[in-house]
């Protein structure tokens, strides 16, 4: 019902039915005809040539002619209603096919980031390779042939009874015993076919993550491990698929053999009424009755690899129909903010309590902490404390239990998604995320300045990564590799530094930005940090703690709440303090060099003031 909807809904299948209608009926008149006209050449014309006005050949003038008209008018109809019937059933398939696509697409893309955390990736290719590459094809071609069918199957009945109408004694038992083999097939082919559907995710799964771990995979020696296992899963796959070809083959056997019975009674009935059935109706009821063979494996194989295909079909639709993320837009809240929000970006925390998924226990648990405007703030703690959740709440990557989180005293809860990601904050994650293609659509994915290369350039130049750039064949229209593979990752995260520049954000978060880079680049993307986002207010979670110890202030979670807060100097002073602890576990020269870092960081700022 969902795919006859999509395909254009009754507008659309009316006139299809009325294809078929007009085809079976200029292919059995056709028969019909050919029937008359063999009558007629016996000199025996049928009552469809005398209503014609057409007698026996010899005393028709004309001869042969005026039925080879008739006959050819019915193939030519027959033939242009059978490309209508085509032509219109792929149409609504395309049409079909597109929109349940686009509904897909949008429905995983509108998912919350919980969905991403539980699917595992293979599934959702599968989704979005297999499952619809089988609505876009072979669901379309595989119910054309079930409706081709069931009007074949339903012209050839009407053909055989037309001529001899004892043959139903025979048929109705024979028509039972197809309904049970029929439903024998169907219980076990559909759950076959299920299964094998449900077997390749895991291979596809599989073959992803080799090929994106291969360097890993090699340099443990795990190779061997992982081919086994690929082994082990084409296996479960392949004996999915070959139980659902032995399925097919129980069937045919036995439909074959349905069919020759089917045959037999029409032979026999034309035999037994030899005295009043024409010798061209009889040799077209036996015609139809081997035809009916051939139909009824069609009947039952089309309707089954159609139910089959319709699991992909299912798949499809169960995804378009998952809980999508709070809306992008809120025109009545996000009409108030002005074109200026946020103007200062001035962060509040007030008892945020959140949860990834309800079974689980709060990642942030009361979690409160106000940043005043242009502060920069460290935010360290214990693996599991809960700091990335903190970028998450920001960014309502998940939406809150209690709480509120507010930007400029505007409450994030209450703005569309789009206002909250794409005016108030921006962020750079501790993996780069680059684009493939032209290097300007990695800096600037949406087009804003599209016309205008100068703003590209600054922030380049400001990252110290214009060279990098125009050392590129085509500059800003050079090609990057698939994730940016031709530049390091240092590179990498200061291009995705220059596009956080570009934006101009009044806040900034850095998610462990600098936790996979090394030290030179590190203390390369700080100093950008320091001298061109002055005014802008920075959350850093930070690996390396001596990235923060310059900062404004330093938070430290643990257990998902905020410990402590303070000058990194000061609580560095307070042996017993959170940060101490932190310090202290490095131990060494490391941990004095941290406290001195902290002290000339505060004097430094001392002096300024």
Request: aromatic share 8%.
């Amino acid at each position: 019902r969902a795919w006859v909807a999509a395909a254009g809904g009754l507008s659309w299948l009316l006139p299809e039915l009325l294809f078929f209608v007009f085809e079976r009926l200029t292919y059995v008149g056709g028969d019909y005809w050919l029937s008359a006209w063999t009558s007629a050449s016996a000199g025996a014309p049928s009552a469809l040539a005398g209503a014609f006005g057409l007698g026996a050949v010899e005393a028709t003038a004309g001869g042969q002619t005026q039925y080879l008209l008739a006959y050819v008018s019915f193939a030519l109809g027959n033939a242009l209603f059978a490309y209508a019937r085509t032509a219109f059933f792929a149409l609504g398939g395309a049409r079909a096919a597109a929109a349940l696509f686009r509904s897909l697409l949008h429905a995983v893309v509108r998912s919350p980031m919980a969905f991403f955390d539980v699917v595992p990736l293979g599934r959702l290719t599968a989704r979005l390779s297999y499952d619809t590459d089988t609505v876009d094809g072979p669901l379309v071609h595989k119910a054309l042939t079930v409706l081709a069918s069931f009007f074949w199957l339903a012209s050839g009945l009407a053909v055989i009874l037309g001529v001899v109408p004892h043959v139903a004694a025979a048929l109705l038992p024979l028509g039972l015993v197809f309904a049970l083999i029929h439903r024998a097939y169907l219980r076990s082919g559909v759950q076959l076919q299920r299964l094998f559907a449900s077997a390749h995710g895991p291979l596809a799964s599989h073959i992803e993550e080799s090929v994106a771990g291969g360097p890993t995979v090699r340099a443990f020696g795990a190779a061997p491990r992982f081919a086994a296992t690929l082994a082990r899963l084409n296996d479960d796959s392949t004996a999915a698929f070959i139980g659902f070809a032995a399925a097919g083959r129980w069937l045919a056997v036995r439909i074959e053999v349905l069919g020759a019975f089917v045959s037999a009674a029409v032979t026999l009935s034309c035999w037994l009424l030899a005295d009043s059935l024409s010798g061209s109706l009889a040799g077209l009821a036996v015609m139809w009755s081997f035809n009916l063979t051939i139909t009824l494996n069609f009947v039952v194989l089309s309707t089954s690899e159609l139910e089959s295909k319709g699991v992909s079909l299912e798949r499809v639709l169960q995804y378009t129909h998952l809980p999508p993320e709070a809306p992008l837009h809120r025109p009545a809240a996000d009409g108030t903010l002005g074109d200026a929000w946020p103007a200062a970006g001035a962060l509040t925390f007030d008892a945020v309590v959140l949860r990834y998924r309800p079974s689980l226990p709060p990642a942030l648990d009361g979690f409160s902490c106000a940043v005043a405007a242009g502060e920069k703030l460290g935010i360290v703690g214990r693996t599991g404390a809960g700091k990335s959740t903190i970028a998450a709440a920001l960014f309502r990557l998940v939406e809150l239990e209690r709480g509120t989180v507010s930007v400029d005293g505007v409450d994030l809860a209450t703005l569309g998604l789009a206002a909250v990601r794409g005016r108030a904050l921006a962020i750079v994650p501790q993996d780069p995320v680059l684009f493939s293609g032209a290097a300007r659509r990695s800096l600037d994915p949406l087009g804003e300045h599209a016309n205008d290369d100068a703003p590209l350039w600054a922030a380049l130049r400001q990252v110290q990564m214009a060279e990098a750039i125009t050392a590129l064949p085509g500059g800003l229209d050079g090609k990057l590799d698939e994730g940016g593979a031709n530049f390091s990752v240092g590179e990498r995260q200061l291009l995705c530094f220059a596009r956080a520049l570009l934006r101009r954000p009044k806040v900034l978060v850095l998610d462990e930005a600098t936790a996979s880079i090394d030290h030179a680049a590190d203390e390369r993307i700080q100093r950008v940090v320091r001298e061109e986002m002055a005014a802008t207010t920075l959350l850093t979670i930070a690996h390396r703690l001596h990235t923060v110890m310059d900062y404004d202030r330093v938070a430290v979670i643990a257990a998902g709440r905020c410990a402590e807060i303070g000058r990194p100097h000061e609580l560095l002073e307070q042996p017993s303090s959170q940060l101490s602890v932190l310090v202290d576990a490095i131990g060494g020269r490391a941990a004095a060099r941290l406290r001195d870092l902290a002290r000339e960081a505060a004097e430094a700022r001392a002096a300024g003031a």
